[in-house]
């Protein structure tokens, strides 16, 4: 079955950065589109960015355009989130998702079938 699981999610200061980490199985990780979320104490599930499969399009919310930035190693089955300049905002659970078919083209919006146990990013000094 599809598994997702991520890591890198910790304790930084304000101003630095992280890369977090979605390993997967259990799909054509090539061809799926794949996405990462976000959930802030208190607050809905937000979507941050997702790729497409098959050299598909990169896809960016207007909270992750500029400071974030999704990449894929299909070599790996993994995909990063690299956050940058981060800021107590930013605390939340950190998901990572990906669809039941396979798809070139992504959004945040619209259904994700598929998600990890989330990993925890704090921000704080």
């Known amino acids: 079955q599809v598994q997702l699981v991520e890591s890198g999610g910790g304790l930084v200061q304000p101003g630095g950065s992280l890369n977090l980490s979605c390993t997967s199985s259990?799909?054509?990780?090539?061809?799926?589109?794949i996405a990462w979320f976000r959930q802030r104490p208190g607050r809905e599930r937000t979507g941050l960015a997702c790729i497409g499969g098959s050299g598909g399009n990169s896809f960016y919310a207007n909270i992750a355009r500029g400071r974030f930035t999704i990449a894929r190693d299909n070599s790996k089955k993994t995909f990063y989130l690299q956050m940058n300049t981060l800021n107590p905002e930013d605390t939340a659970i950190y998901y990572c998702?990906?669809?039941?078919?396979?798809?070139?083209?992504?959004?945040?919006?619209?259904?994700?079938?598929?998600w990890g146990q989330g990993t925890q990013v704090t921000v704080s000094a």
């Open positions: 259990g799909f054509a990780f090539d061809d799926h589109s």
């Open positions: 998702a990906t669809r039941d078919r396979p798809g070139r083209t992504c959004s945040v919006t619209g259904p994700w079938h598929h």
